[in-house]
């Protein structure tokens, strides 16, 4: 199949991991290729708008082609546009809102006696949702109704996401542990796939949940298939709620720049055209116009961007510039080719050197605008007042740059996410303190945000004062470092320059000899309960002890940043002893992560 050699050459990256990941998304390809043969003749596809993103991960366009998809359309209210295929299809979400889009398209579209519907809920399907098609009467009318379990996706060669925004706010607002169910169900695939972990450590509610999720599974459905050599040594669950300072704080490597100033969506980000037009447009006087903004894919598959992924922003600039003196000096080295041996060689070069040098224009683009929102003064003084309160700097008091964001009108999640840094750094406010960038907020942006901070509240991100538990974390842990090297870092620490995430420190400590043993008291200090099991290998299949590095899955419970990910690769790089593998429910800014616990309440005229 023409399609599917296509698709495997754009996914060979992932297969470039200790882990092959490749093999997990051609199991998902696999079974999403069976639901569409499920459903006979020429077939439309109808899409949830949330799941357009990551499908594009498992399958493109071409494959689907390939199995009879000849039109797709967006879901939306009211009738669906008119087309000849015999078969629609639906992929969905488990939401009742779409459940009356589905049903609209149904009831305008069933007049066509040969047209036949089906439904597949992604990753699952509810009784509650079944239950709505029943009542608006189109149940009748769907030939298939099914789940496709795409639980997990792989997004590069040791990074996972299970694409659900709204983990962290379900789970620790509204206590709702449905995203912790596909958590343990997407930990089964990965074990089916590459074997049993052996050891599994986590910290906090979640894990906790998780880990006793993953046994109850185990016990109702032993493993049918032959038994796999296990790859993955270790399995190590972090609750966000372990370390909501990390998210918080202005990430400062290249890609975690990019997610927090253009947003990263599935592996791509849309930037400004103008940046991007060719030399020749940029000459000729009548060049056109951008109708939109330029995307971009991220991923390892590109080798420049794999070098400048995790750099600090201060190390991408002279990257940049060495890349670019050695491709124009192997591009001259055409004029010193003299024998037709030389010039075939050179041939043979070419077009990795094209490629080379396009790839260093489009980067030195990115950086130049990443530059421009950087070194501005806003900037600046937003990571100057990080650090400071990082430091235990005027953490006690009222913040004076917090008081000009409010004054100026800035846009409130940036306000909050420096206030929820100070509480968390402070051990939490005193009532005044508390009450006055309360009235502040409520005055400046309105009564609908009592429900916000009241969110924030619940989840601990905003509190009162509790016992001093950062300041002895800052300290056990070494999260400050007063020098760092940003260029030719030492430490985890250069990816917030000064700040080393206590996520990928608990990581470092479980990756030493001693284990969590020698941080055991510290570890009892940071809430939630402490999990450490091991799972019983089949007979015949103990780990091998000599497997060097060993793997370890890191699993974020409520989203992740890309310079913490930054900092679990420098680790394996640096230490050695430690391969890692990133799985989140999410992968998250803190602008994102408060973003998911603002309240709005309607108005009356919406």
Known sequence: DPAIAQMASQASHLSNGRVDLGLLRQSLRAEFIECLNQCDGSKALVWDDKLTGPFSLIAEYSLLKAHGVDKMYPLRAGSLPSCEMQHIIFLTRPKLSNMDMIADNIRDAAHDRLKEFSVYFVPRKTMLCERRLEELGVYGNLTHIEEYCLDIIPFDNDLLSLELPLSFRECCLEKDNTSLFYVARSLMTIQALYGTIPNIHGKGPCAKLVVDMISRMRRESPSQGPAVMPQIDSLLLLDRSVDLVSPMLSQLTYEGLLDELYGISNTAVKLPPEKFMSQDEEKGAAAPVPTGPKLITLNSGNELFGELRDLNYQAVGPLLSRKAKRVTTQMEERHEAKTVRQLKIFVTRLPHLQETRQSVSTHTSIAELLKEKVFNDD???????????????????????????????????????????????????????????KREIIQTYGVVHLLTLDNLEKVNLLHGKISPTFNMLRKTFRLTVDS???????????????????????????????????????????????????????????????????????????????????????????????????????????????????????????
């Open 379 to 437: 900037f600046m003084e937003n990571l100057r007042t990080e650090q400071e309160l990082c430091a235990g700097v005027d953490t006690d008091g009222a913040h004076p740059f917090v008081e000009m964001l409010i004054a100026k009108k800035a846009p409130i999640l940036k306000v909050l996410r420096l206030i929820c840094l100070q509480c968390i750094v402070n051990n939490g406010f005193k009532p005044k303190l508390m009450d006055y960038y």
């Open 484 to 606: 760092v090297d940003e260029v030719n870092p030492q430490d985890i620490s250069y990816v917030y320059s000064g700040f080393a995430p206590l996520s990928v420190r608990l990581a470092q400590h479980l990756s030493r000899p001693a284990g969590w043993r020698s941080i055991d008291q510290a570890l009892r200090q940071i809430p939630g309960p402490l999990v450490e099991e091991k799972q019983s290998l089949p007979a015949g299949l103990q780990l091998k002890k000599s497997q060097n590095p060993r793997v370890t899955l890191v699993f974020f419970l409520g989203g992740c940043t890309f310079a913490e990910i930054a900092a679990l690769r420098f680790l394996a790089s640096e230490e050695g002893s430690t391969d890692y593998l990133i799985c989140t429910t999410k992968l998250i800014t803190g602008t994102s992560l408060l973003e998911s616990l603002l309240e709005e309440v309607p108005t009356a005229h919406s």
